[in-house]
């Protein structure tokens, strides 16, 4: 008996080896960097989706087909994974929701981008890049075998620029499992948007810890600015502190890394 | 045919037992190698607990002067009524370090010494009331800034954030309980500044239960949790025949809760907060055999006791282990009293009570 709980130990400890638990979250950034930086995934995703996917106005209709892609690709992620649905009826669309529970289930950081404005579309626009990057948490977390504390949930959504329509069957979901938020992290690709830098709408005092502790984990992987705003999303009353980032298409695998990276150090 | 088939079956079976014996044979009498120790932080507090709450002065403060407390952990998280927090006492007081965190008694053993590097931090309060007839003082306690606004202080999330101002000292021994007296029971305008058994580990001998009991139920978990269209009182003053509600137990788990509602004890008490009250029951949200959105949830119970004159509300959290432990007939009879001890606090003015453990309620025969 003794012998078989020894092989268990020691299978156990290897399987944690291998797949990187008690790393150090110096150790799981570089980690993530060289997990993007090795293949082409980004390039192909954007290249890929953008084909699939065409240019459409922003609203609540005609985005099944990002919709689609994505759950197939999260079908084709690593392990298993939890993709549910918001079908807000006939002719108008569907929010998709990927999820990697946490150890504390009753506590999520959300992970949001805009599943309705494409490329050039009528208003808001180029917020392909916000998606595959969102989608690449959840892809990075279950590659990566990061088990997080906290449930981390991908919200890829519709009507960005009309009613944020498409948050509030996310927000009544949420609140049916009496759930709280820690961070609620919103990317985009606008090319007139900012570079390289993160939107921090946490309170002076959590702010000012957060640029002692965190930014020193970016340094040799770009120069990466962490300036504070605003605190809240007020279009849907997600209680939450408000992070926001601009991919930059130019070097979106770093950038998607660098996001990653930050919901890991945050969680 | 069958019966050798059994026969063949047994042997098999006898000779994997017999192999099995082999395997239990010990394969290492070697030692392990001993896990590096962690080094206990080298810090000394600059400030007392009861200094720094009197530096609380009615509205959240974040705090920007370098402040450092320390204090010996008083409670652990183990059994569950205490809940992603913990406290730490030093000579003067008690104060509540909001951790938005599970499993805290891993981490922070009781009477291990916490330093406290309070910049960055904020010192609010949590339960005060204004209230004339019955407010009073919270519990000043530590914790984020609350970015909802909702509460003066927000859990400490980040175990990043955390270590900047969490430092982990000796392990020393568990934290003994101070005996007090009906005299130095705090008062409802007190605070740590005033009252130095407030926020700490304390005992309270001959307690005698005062029949009533108070839960606030809400009929909907995702309404609006101030909304008196959302909650029920039971208590004394909803329905003064049934101080009790018929609850007989420290808590209610889930399970006791679904059972004393589909049993239709409560049906009469009325919606509502205090005395506005919206003209519904509880009955009145009955389904089927179920009763909508009450269900839900564990619930907290106070169960009300007398100190002399004074009354204490020993507080129980409905997710902890012993919630459903029924409270002896002869407590509740009033021919036994109890000896308890546990975290001293104010709740709008009112004195509540928590232990770590079932074990901290002792009854005298």
């Known amino acids: 008996m003794k012998r078989i709980t020894t092989i268990i130990i020691a299978a156990a400890a290897l399987a944690a080896l291998l797949t990187g638990c008690g790393k150090s979250e110096a150790e799981r950034v570089a980690d993530i960097y060289a997990f993007f930086g090795q293949d082409t995934t980004i390039a192909d995703s954007y290249e890929k989706i953008n084909r699939v996917c065409p240019d459409r106005p922003a609203g609540l209709s005609g985005s099944n ?3 689609d892609y994505f759950t197939m690709m999260a079908s084709r992620c690593k392990g298993k994974s939890d993709i549910n649905f918001f079908d807000m009826g006939p002719g108008k669309g569907r929010d998709i929701l990927l999820e990697i529970p946490g150890k504390e289930n009753d506590r999520v950081t959300l992970v949001a981008a805009a599943a309705d404005t494409w490329r050039d579309s009528l208003t808001t626009k180029n917020d392909d890049l916000g998606c595959i990057a969102a989608f690449e948490v959840f892809n990075a977390f ?7 504390r906290n449930t981390v ?12 329509a498409g948050l509030h069957p996310y927000l009544e979901y949420s609140r049916s499992k009496d759930e709280e938020h820690l961070m609620q992290l919103f990317l985009t690709s606008d090319p007139e948007g900012p570079r390289k830098t993160f939107t921090v709408g946490e309170p002076t005092s959590i702010y000012r810890t957060f640029t002692k502790v ?10 990466y600015t962490f300036d504070r705003g605003e605190q809240r999303f007020e279009a849907w009353e997600l209680k939450a502190p408000l992070y926001t980032y601009n991919i930059d298409r130019n070097d979106a695998a770093n950038d998607i890394a660098a996001v990653v990276s930050l919901v890991m150090l945050m969680d | 045919m069958k019966k050798l088939f059994i026969i063949s079956a047994a042997l098999l079976l006898l000779a994997s037992c017999t192999s099995l014996k082999e395997e239990f044979q010990p394969v290492f009498t070697g030692k392990y190698k001993e896990p590096d120790k962690a080094q206990p932080a080298q810090m000394s507090a600059n400030t007392t607990i009861a200094e720094l709450a009197a530096m609380y002065n009615g509205k959240p403060w974040d705090i920007d002067k ?13 059994p569950g009524n205490f809940y992603k927090s913990l406290y730490i006492q030093d000579e003067t007081g008690g104060i509540e370090l909001k951790f938005g965190r ?3 008694y891993n981490d922070y053993l009781p009477g291990q010494t916490l330093y406290v590097k309070c910049k960055g931090l904020t010192l609010g309060m949590y339960g005060f009331s204004s209230s004339a007839s019955y407010g009073g003082n919270g519990m000043v306690q530590l914790g984020f800034t609350d970015p909802s606004g909702e509460y003066e202080t927000s859990y400490l999330e980040n175990p990043l954030l955390i270590d900047q101002h969490i430092f982990k000292g000796e392990t020393g021994t568990e934290v003994a309980s101070e005996v007090i007296t009906e005299s130095q029971l705090p008062g409802k305008n007190d605070t740590q500044k005033n009252n130095r058994y407030i926020g700490k580990l304390v005992t309270l001998k001959g307690l005698k239960y005062a029949n009533e009991a108070f839960v606030l139920l809400y009929i909907n978990s995702n309404w609006d949790k101030k909304s008196p269209q959302n909650r029920v009182f039971l208590s004394p003053s909803n329905v003064a025949s049934d101080p009790t509600a018929g609850i007989t137990t420290w808590a209610m788990s889930k399970a006791k809760m679904t059972e004393y509602l589909t049993s239709g004890r409560w049906d009469a008490f009325r919606v509502g907060s205090g005395n506005t009250y919206t003209g519904e029951t509880v009955g009145d949200f009955k389904g089927e ?9 564990a619930y907290s119970v106070s169960q009300y006791f007398k100190m002399g004159s004074k009354e204490i509300q020993i507080r129980t959290s409905g997710y902890c282990k012993f919630s459903d432990v029924e409270i002896p007939e002869s407590v509740l009879s009033g021919k036994s009293t109890i000896d308890v001890t546990g975290i001293l606090t104010l709740y709008q ?8 453990s079932i074990d901290d309620i002792v009854i005298n025969d």
């Open chain 1, 153 to 164: 949930r991908i919200l890829l959504y519709q009507d960005v620029a009309g009613t944020h």
């Open chain 1, 214 to 223: 965190i930014p020193p984990f970016f340094e040799g992987y770009g120069n």
């Open chain 2, 102 to 104: 599970n499993g805290l």
């Open chain 2, 289 to 297: 055999g179920s009763y909508p959105g009450f269900e839900k949830a």
């Open chain 2, 349 to 356: 003015g009112n004195i509540q009570f928590t232990v770590n």
């Open chain 2, 66 to 78: 370098n402040i450092i407390i320390a204090g010996k952990v008083s409670t652990t998280d183990k």
């Open chain 1, 65 to 67: 087909d990002i919709i």
């Open chain 1, 142 to 148: 279950k590659s990566l075998n990061i088990k997080p």
